[in-house]
């Protein structure tokens, strides 16, 4: 049993001791005396708790859209001071909550934010990490030999690119109001491949649960911007 449940219990049987006292001792007044100290002594005891669990919900809270506009005006300007940023082919893949629990130990609770971008020249992904609360950037690291998820916009080429093939162009028209595309980066790390250090896409196109093109993989390299199509390799009978 919680404190908190030994303190009701224990101000339960107060109150029925209270209550077996002759009615001539016992006005109803003293009753709802006795009812409203105990609840706000119950209440002041449980405060602290309260409080932690709302300030820990309030930075776990989704971005808002000023809250990701001022992340991005804050993270870009970073990049461009550091000169990280490029006008071309660079693109916000993602942006999510980042908590400092030690800090909150301290009871210190601030809106943090990390938002990942990748930048094709040179293959680099760059993390950049951000005090909403205060406005300002705390860090910004670079990462080699990490593929960040694909972005929105990455996403948008890839798929004009897919349905103007014309491997692909006539299959995929036929359902593109009921298409779902869906997409899987790809990482090469061999030197000797084409596609080392290429931003690659494998993409799966499927109609509820089927999928279409299953006889072969389509492959898009953002980097140059072409379409590779290779057959799925036969099973070998058992």
Do not use: W
């Amino acid at each position: 049993m919680t404190h908190y449940s030994l303190r009701v219990a224990s101000y339960r049987r107060n109150l029925f001791s209270l209550l077996a006292i002759p009615r001539i001792a016992l006005s109803p007044f003293t009753v709802l005396v006795f009812l409203l100290v105990s609840t706000c002594t119950v209440r002041a005891q449980s405060g602290p708790d309260v409080t932690v669990a709302l300030n820990v919900a309030k930075v776990s809270a989704p971005l808002s859209n000023e809250e990701n506009k001022l992340a991005v005006k804050l993270a870009e300007g970073a990049l461009r001071s550091n000169r990280l940023f490029t006008d071309r082919k660079m693109y916000l893949t993602d942006a999510h909550i980042h908590r400092d629990t030690a800090s909150e130990m301290k009871g210190t609770f601030e809106r943090l934010t990390v938002l990942t971008y990748y930048r094709y020249e040179g293959d680099l992904t760059i993390q950049v990490f951000i005090n909403l609360t205060r406005q300002r950037v705390l860090a910004v690291r670079q990462l080699e030999k990490f593929s960040p998820p694909i972005s929105v916009e990455e996403l948008t080429l890839a798929k004009g690119l897919a349905f103007n093939h014309p491997q692909l162009k006539d299959v995929l028209d036929h359902y593109r109001d009921r298409l779902v595309v869906e997409a899987l980066t790809l990482r090469s790390t061999s030197p000797k491949d084409p596609l080392f250090r290429h931003r690659v896409v494998l993409l799966m196109f499927r109609v509820g649960p089927n999928y279409l093109v299953r006889e072969s993989s389509v492959f898009v390299d953002l980097t140059t911007e072409t379409v590779i199509i290779q057959p799925v390799p036969k099973k070998m009978p058992m």
